[in-house]
């Protein structure tokens, strides 16, 4: 007789095999395949990169392109003329020293609106943000009826010897006045997230308010601080709508490069314009890879500082 199979001698059907997905494992080595939370990176990507390419690396490249058209003798004799080379130091210097003050006086804003309470202090915020809303030409237009030697301010300035309109301070004074927001918008959120305890403990430890400045709160702000001034000194390198009519316009006295570039487009020589904007693009690169450089050294000096000030966890034999 042959022997009598129960059922719970029979093996279990063997689970379905999942389909394969394309990514090839190797034992003993990780999948290559990473999954992100959010779906669609390749599309996002993608798309990302023709914008930047479009709306930047496209007319940049554009701009390169028509200078290459140029001799280096013509190129160098464009560049290098006396008229060109004033207008690219002062706008360069120009644009400098109104990002060094608004970096000084914008910390001190930003320290008013952070730390103090009082009336109307919601209309300076707002007030704040009147250069990002106010059309270029007419900050121009009202800076130069202040500053004109006629002016609010400028009738009591010229008598002491100040001239301030249609000089290079002037246009000093139009930068300053369209690089303010950044910043004070750039310092503002980290100062607000620094805390006021620490400034306590260092008060508490003996530190007067100098060296609570500069060993508890510069640290903080400094990253912060370098970006709006990164941020004030490109804004300021290509303003022209709130220059053109404070500055007068006078040759190697008060013009600035990108009006140097419109008189060379009026001119039809376009080869020549690209050239004075190649130039500005170099030295824009140049300074704002400096800057970037500075703040990666600063975040780097700011972790080993902060490493080596930290206190060694005591051994309880867990590891976090």
Known sequence: MPPSISLADTPPPAAPRAPDSG?????????????????????????????????????????FL???????????????????VASLQLSFGASLVAAIVNTVFGLVVAWVLVRYRFP??????????????LPTAVAGIALTALFAGNGWIGRYLEPLGIKVAFTPLGVVVALTFIGLPFVVRTVQPVLEDVEQELE????????????????????????????GFALSFARATGEYGSVVFISGNMPMVSEIAPLMIYSKLEQYDYAGATAVAVVMLVISFGLLLLINLLQAWT???????????????PATGKEF
């Open 200 to 227: 306590e403990a260092a008060a508490s430890l003996g530190a007067n308010r100098l060296q609570t400045f500069h060993r508890v709160i510069l640290p903080a702000i400094l990253p912060a601080l370098l970006t």
């Open 120 to 133: 109307g202090k919601r209309l300076i915020d707002a007030l704040v943000d009147l250069p990002f809303a």
């Open 66 to 84: 028509k200078t290459f058209t140029m001799t280096w003798d013509g190129f160098w004799t464009t560049v290098a003329a006396p008229r060109v």
């Open 299 to 313: 975040r780097r000096h700011q972790s080993g500082v902060r490493a080596a000030l930290a206190p060694e966890a």
């Open 23 to 63: 990514a090839t494992r190797t034992p003993g080595r990780p999948s290559r395949q990473r999954f992100t939370v959010l779906p669609g990176f390749g599309l996002s990507l993608g798309f990302t990169l023709f914008y930047l390419t479009l709306i930047v690396l496209i007319p940049l490249s554009a701009t």
